[in-house]
């Protein structure tokens, strides 16, 4: 393998490619031809023991140790699981949403401890205790030349066929939340900070983005659709130990929670504030 795509073939990227299909133009995705919305399975609907429903494992590379996900019942409610010790891998659902109609995402997360040593700016020490993954279609014959060549030979290397872009929202040890960061494996993959530092850890924090609105301001462009979504807790890079739990994540209309307590000790933090 040609050392230069090696990078690609080891991130987020790689892993939501299994759920891309053909390039949507923006004239495929009118008012007049709407997508055909394809819901994400709650991890709560889900008994606990064994991995959510609709959901697969994102192996990013099969040298790499892979960090044990399961659903478990805290608090009266089933969430997901992650522990990694040295490990990278995630799970993700293949979806089919125009995030036009669905723009807020909605989820929650709850952390023991940062990644210490983690710096998202600096390939050596890309590490989160939690990101959620986002993959959009587009059309890639729009790219500069460059990053059709990287797309193309990724795909004869790996077998995947990529996403157009990808966003991530991660918790972020030192940068200012709201900040993108662009990946240092591909200019295609950016990660935007949802929380930053230590304000949290070892509560459950809700968050609401509008999704629209982050991918433009990472991307420059209005998104098309999305066709994956997936968490990852990964330690690879650092070689530390973190646990993790993932609460509910949904693609709703509106906006639903607000920067107060809902009544069961969560702590809603909302940024993205536009409606």
Known sequence: MNRFFVPLAVTLLAGLAGCAQQPVKPSETTATQPIRDTSLSVFSASPAGALPAGWEPLVILRTKKQTQ????????????????????????QQVAIDPMQQPWLEWQWKITDLVQAADNTQ???????VRI???????????????????????????????YATLMYIWENKAPIG???????????????????TRGIGEWRSFARNIVEDYEKAFGEKPGKLIGVGVLTDTDNTGETVEA?????????KRAIRAAADGTGTESLVVGQSE
């Open 123 to 129: 390939r050596a020490t890309e590490d989160s205790p």
């Open 133 to 163: 993954i986002l993959g959009f279609d587009g059309d890639k014959d729009s790219l500069p030349f460059a990053d059709q060549i990287l797309f193309e030979t990724a795909k004869v290397v790996t077998g995947y066929d990529f996403p």
């Open 179 to 197: 900040t993108v960061i662009r990946s240092t494996h591909s200019s295609r993959i950016k990660m935007m900070v949802a929380a930053q530092g």
């Open 245 to 253: 739990w993932y609460g509910d994540i949904r693609l709703l209309r």
């Open 69 to 92: 996900y399961q659903l478990v019942s805290k608090e009266n409610r089933t969430v997901l699981h992650a522990r990694a010790e040295s490990a990278s891998s995630g799970l993700m």
